[in-house]
């Protein structure tokens, strides 16, 4: 394309992100329009039925709290394939120690529930262990959420029972709470 009688000829411009953007965000109007246009067309005919009707079931999530020491945990389970995490990370890989690892599963183990639901750890403060018993009482109490015939089961092996146990501070004029210094005679 040539122009006569300009000096200086507009010089073509790279298509910007906005540009690329505003022109994806205009096909899509279109093609939303259409499937308006079209969907509006079947529900006049299956009786004005709503135009976006949202038919994908919502699973339920089921909550639950727990306290250990210092540490605090709070577990949601979801109806799933068992997979357990923890932290966003893996539960074997967050827990090392195989005894912390029975701990946590000790509730899903008693229910016979281990591969039915999801289970998402959020869990705060503490050590590895404190945060293991932690997770125990969040489990059970969310699982009592799904079925509360399992509470009497639960509570005979003190999985919901919050372990009251903690640090004793420290004294003054001691080395601990109540280790003392060596006395010297002489």
């Known amino acids: 394309m040539k122009y006569v ?6 010089k073509k411009r790279k ?10 965000s205009e096909d899509k109007l279109l093609v939303l ?10 529900n006049e005919a299956l009786g004005n039925l709503s135009l976006f009707e949202n038919t994908s079931e919502v699973q339920q999530a089921f909550y639950g709290v727990g306290k250990r020491k210092t540490a605090k945990a709070w577990a949601e389970l979801k ?20 005894i912390n690892r029975g701990k946590v599963l000790a509730p899903l183990q008693m229910t016979d529930t281990v591969c039915q ?23 059970s109490k969310a699982l009592i959420k799904i079925n509360p015939d399992w509470k009497p089961m639960l509570a005979k092996h003190l999985l919901l029972k ?5 640090v004793e501070s420290k004294k003054p004029g001691r080395i601990k709470a109540r280790k003392g210094y060596v006395y010297n005679r002489r």
């Open 33 to 42: 329009d259409s499937l308006k246009s079209s969907l509006s067309a079947q």
């Open 79 to 98: 109806p799933g394939k068992g997979r357990i995490t923890v932290n966003g990370k893996e539960f074997y890989d967050y827990f090392r120690f195989t």
């Open 15 to 24: 298509a910007t992100e906005a540009d690329t953007l505003k022109a994806l």
């Open 162 to 166: 919050h372990d009251p146990r903690n």
């Open 117 to 139: 639901y999801d289970v998402k750890l959020t869990i705060q403060g503490g050590g590895n262990s404190g945060q293991a018993d932690a997770a125990i009482p969040a489990i």
């Open 5 to 10: 009688g300009l000096k200086n000829p507009p």
